[in-house]
């Protein structure tokens, strides 16, 4: 009887690691899809690409900035499809804390909408770039975006607040699966990835006046560790 018993244990154990391991598989998938894209999303901001992209199609750079962001938006979203989805759930809320999560979500959305106070909506996604290019307005100068150096409101307190506000949107979740945290760990890790990459233009664009606004002001959550 031991022995059956045993017998019928093991192909439970050995069908539990093999669904372990495909879990890891899968995370780890995604990791890489999320990586790839990020190194291509950072390629792609770069100014060394905008510069050639410029020498190529002169003008046209105006167009840059929104096609930029739909390849952001678009290639998030067949990552998020097309992704392995392990089928682990880590915690669901019960009633009412699932609806207490709203309330920092809100907030947060609340923040963002602060931020778009201090930043041009329409040139953040490329809009107003093309109509400067349609008026014949477009600078030989100019790139993809008109850069400025914003130190006031949300500004005041972190270097990046839509990533800080982002982040907390994404991290309070009424219900948690392996998938998403896996997604949610990749997308902060590419936050600070690229905000250190964004702030190398910025220190080249406005000098000390940046670096000591970096001195001053934490990088994403508003407080110094």
Not at 63 to 85: C, E, K, M, Q, S
């Amino acid at each position: 009887n031991h022995r059956e018993h045993r017998t019928r244990f093991l192909p439970s154990v050995e069908m539990t690691s093999i669904m372990d391991l495909q879990k890891l598989f899968d995370v780890i998938v995604i990791f890489i899809l999320l990586g790839l894209y990020g190194f291509v999303h950072s390629v792609a901001a770069s100014e060394k690409v905008k510069i050639l992209f410029k020498k190529v199609f002169g003008k046209l750079i105006a167009f840059y900035r929104f096609g930029f962001n739909i390849f952001a938006v678009v290639g998030l979203y067949l990552i998020w499809d097309l992704a392995p989805h392990p089928s682990l759930q880590i915690y669901k809320l019960p009633p009412p804390y699932d609806y207490l999560v709203l309330i920092p979500q809100f907030i947060s959305l609340a923040g963002i909408i602060w931020c778009f106070k201090y930043i041009c909506f329409k040139e953040f996604i490329g809009l107003n770039q093309i109509d400067r290019y349609l008026k014949n307005e477009y600078s030989e100068n100019d790139l993809d975006e008109n850069y400025t150096l914003r130190i006031e409101g949300p500004y005041k307190f972190s270097r990046h607040p839509i990533y800080f506000f982002s982040i907390i949107i994404l991290m309070f979740r009424a219900e948690m699966s392996l998938f998403y945290l896996t997604m949610f760990i990749s997308f902060t890790a590419y936050f600070y990835i690229g905000s250190y990459y964004e702030e190398k233009k910025m220190v080249r664009l406005f000098g000390d006046d940046y670096r000591s606004y970096q001195k001053k002001v934490p990088r994403i959550f508003p407080f110094k560790i």
